[in-house]
């Protein structure tokens, strides 16, 4: 086998590689010193936790990375078979750095981890996953220095039941009426966390739900389609469901849990934004009842979220904090701002309460509980927080994206629009009575020659006549769609 050449798959906030191709027992064991050395011992951590999915390759790299952790002295416990949230739920909860391994949604050739500092605080390239990245080549390639010290201990521990205790204790949904609930799983993790969540497995007592599983049983070869919901097609056996067992709401769970999307009672997905306001509505309710000022309470949204996520913010006295797309941005403000909830259109929502992390359950618990507490469908429910028609993200290859969004800028000089550039190129029509608003927004991919356009408007037909323009100009530098 070539060498491995890991920068060819440690990405900007994670590892994401081929098995054995790429991320091999060799790599995990090297990675697990580097982060050692780099982040636990010299930030003085007393431990690291780790967890894995359900793919095949996940034990045996998960136990390779923790010989690699504890061959640097320090001490191991493994939660075994985990979600992503709830690796961040063992770090939280035992004070540890900690390591996820898992490949997400992507293919079962894959395979990766995900670190984090104690508290679940997140690891990237510009805080420390590089310098990770370089020391574990260097180990790999002989150079690195090869230390002798007392090993650390190795220790297993389930969470399980206290992942799912400690969720229960942040949303009551004892009270609510009886709801069937749909879930596909996509044979990831939420097969795992939801009967301990949702049912009675983890010895809580029952819920009044009624669960209707789709695809629970774990299998990282993914055999009924990929464990992707923001995928249309991912979707489908889900909605279906709804209809066929008139179910009350669907969840759609990716590989690892962490993300979750909705599916209302007529087996219409719920747009990310919309379910992003839903929960910064009972957040900021939760806080005022608890004594906060509202203009106090802050809720963190990313640049491609809906512009209504602001307005429901603004409109309950809140303040609205507005960032970059990725979770390690998120987390970031969310910290600074000390903000109770921030949500992403990717289905990514992430809780002060929940060390800042995001957690797919708890977003959809808050879901269920919004809609027990009521009488009306879900569709109803939701057509307060979705005012406006959004495209959804939409790529183009191009040859250059700078000149390509240089050619965007131009076709708006004419259009009324305030321009800013927190991520890629953001343009803002307010509009007016008869003239109606749109937002677009213009981003690069780090990794891929991509622009990836998102429309908002006040209307569906303003929305793709802007959408059409938009995609003419960048496309006239495309070389395919």
Same mark, same amino acid.
């Given at each position: 086998? +070539? +060498?491995?050449?890991?920068?060819?798959?440690? @990405?900007?906030?994670?590892?994401?590689?081929l098995?054995p191709?790429? %991320?091999?027992?060799d790599?995990?064991w090297?990675l697990?010193?580097?982060?050692?050395?780099?982040?636990?011992?010299?930030?003085?951590?007393?431990?690291?936790?780790?967890?894995?999915?359900?793919?095949?390759?996940?034990?045996?790299?998960?136990?390779?990375?923790?010989?690699?952790?504890?061959s640097?002295?320090?001490d191991?416990?493994?939660?075994?078979?985990?979600?992503?949230?709830?690796?961040?739920?063992?770090?939280?909860?035992?004070?540890?750095?900690?390591?996820?391994?898992?490949?997400?949604?992507?293919?079962?050739a894959?395979?990766?981890? @995900?670190?984090?500092?104690p508290?679940?605080?997140?690891?990237?390239?510009?805080?420390? %996953?590089?310098?990770?990245?370089?020391?574990?080549?260097?180990?790999?390639?002989?150079t690195?220095?090869?230390?002798q010290?007392?090993?650390?201990?190795?220790t297993? @521990?389930?969470v399980?039941?206290?992942?799912?205790?400690?969720?229960?204790?942040?949303?009551?949904?004892?009270?609510g009426?009886?709801l069937?609930?749909?879930?596909?799983?996509?044979?990831?993790?939420?097969?795992?966390t939801?009967?301990?969540?949702?049912?009675?497995?983890?010895?809580?007592?029952?819920?009044?739900?009624?669960?209707?599983?789709?695809?629970?049983?774990l299998?990282?070869?993914?055999?009924?389609?990929?464990?992707?919901?923001?995928?249309p097609?991912n979707?489908?056996d889900?909605?279906? *469901?709804?209809?066929?067992?008139?179910?009350?709401?669907?969840?759609?769970?990716?590989?690892?849990?962490d993300?979750?999307?909705?599916?209302?009672?007529?087996?219409?997905?719920?747009? +990310?934004?919309?379910i992003?306001?839903?929960?910064?509505?009972?957040?900021i309710?939760?806080?005022?009842?608890?004594?906060?000022?509202?203009?106090?309470?802050?809720i963190?949204?990313?640049?491609?979220?809906?512009a209504?996520?602001?307005?429901?913010?603004?409109?309950l006295?809140?303040?609205?904090?507005?960032?970059?797309?990725?979770?390690?941005?998120? @987390?970031?403000?969310?910290?600074?701002?000390?903000?109770v909830?921030? &949500?992403?259109?990717?289905?990514?929502?992430?809780?002060?309460?929940?060390?800042f992390?995001?957690?797919?359950?708890?977003?959809a618990?808050?879901?269920?509980a919004?809609?027990?507490?009521?009488?009306?469908?879900?569709?109803?429910?939701?057509?307060?927080?979705? *005012?406006?028609?959004?495209?959804?993200?939409?790529?183009?290859?191009?040859?250059?994206? *700078?000149?390509?969004?240089?050619?965007?800028?131009?076709?708006?000089?004419?259009?009324?629009?305030?321009?800013?550039?927190?991520?890629?190129?953001?343009?803002?029509?307010? &509009?007016?009575?008869?003239?109606?608003?749109?937002?677009?927004?213009?981003?690069?991919?780090?990794t891929?020659?991509?622009?990836?356009?998102?429309?908002?408007?006040?209307?569906?037909?303003?929305?793709?006549?802007?959408?059409?323009?938009? %995609?003419?100009?960048?496309?006239?530098?495309?070389?395919?769609?």
């Amino acid at each position: 086998m +070539p +060498p491995h050449v890991l920068t060819d798959f440690v @990405k900007a906030y994670d590892v994401r590689g081929l098995v054995p191709e790429q %991320l091999d027992v060799d790599v995990a064991w090297a990675l697990g010193a580097a982060f050692t050395e780099v982040v636990i011992s010299r930030e003085q951590g007393t431990g690291c936790v780790i967890g894995h999915d359900m793919r095949a390759s996940s034990p045996e790299l998960s136990r390779a990375f923790g010989q690699g952790v504890a061959s640097r002295g320090i001490d191991v416990t493994h939660i075994g078979l985990a979600s992503t949230d709830a690796l961040y739920f063992a770090s939280g909860h035992l004070g540890l750095a900690g390591a996820m391994f898992t490949a997400s949604h992507n293919p079962a050739a894959y395979n990766g981890i @995900k670190l984090c500092r104690p508290g679940a605080r997140p690891v990237g390239q510009d805080s420390g %996953l590089a310098e990770v990245r370089d020391l574990a080549q260097e180990l790999l390639d002989g150079t690195g220095e090869q230390r002798q010290v007392e090993p650390g201990t190795t220790t297993d @521990k389930d969470v399980l039941a206290d992942y799912a205790a400690f969720l229960r204790g942040l949303v009551d949904l004892s009270g609510g009426r009886p709801l069937k609930v749909v879930v596909d799983a996509g044979n990831g993790m939420g097969g795992f966390t939801v009967p301990a969540v949702l049912g009675t497995e983890a010895g809580l007592p029952a819920l009044p739900l009624e669960i209707v599983p789709l695809y629970f049983e774990l299998d990282g070869t993914f055999p009924n389609h990929e464990a992707n919901p923001l995928e249309p097609e991912n979707l489908r056996d889900l909605q279906a *469901a709804v209809v066929e067992h008139q179910a009350d709401i669907g969840l759609a769970f990716d590989g690892d849990a962490d993300r979750c999307f909705v599916v209302d009672e007529r087996g219409e997905p719920v747009s +990310p934004s919309a379910i992003t306001s839903l929960i910064a509505t009972r957040e900021i309710a939760r806080e005022v009842a608890a004594g906060t000022p509202a203009e106090d309470v802050a809720i963190v949204h990313n640049v491609i979220t809906s512009a209504q996520v602001p307005e429901v913010i603004a409109a309950l006295g809140a303040k609205a904090v507005r960032t970059r797309v990725g979770h390690s941005f998120i @987390k970031g403000e969310m910290a600074r701002a000390n903000a109770v909830f921030g &949500g992403e259109h990717s289905a990514h929502y992430y809780f002060r309460d929940f060390w800042f992390a995001d957690t797919g359950m708890l977003a959809a618990m808050h879901t269920l509980a919004a809609l027990g507490e009521q009488s009306e469908p879900l569709s109803k429910t939701m057509t307060a927080y979705s *005012a406006y028609s959004a495209s959804g993200e939409i790529n183009s290859t191009v040859d250059d994206a *700078a000149a390509a969004t240089a050619q965007v800028r131009a076709w708006a000089q004419d259009k009324d629009v305030e321009v800013d550039e927190l991520d890629g190129l953001t343009l803002t029509h307010r &509009g007016s009575d008869g003239d109606p608003m749109w937002w677009l927004n213009l981003r690069a991919s780090n990794t891929e020659p991509l622009l990836r356009l998102n429309v908002e408007a006040a209307d569906e037909d303003t929305m793709a006549a802007i959408r059409d323009d938009v %995609l003419s100009v960048v496309r006239g530098t495309a070389r395919g769609n």
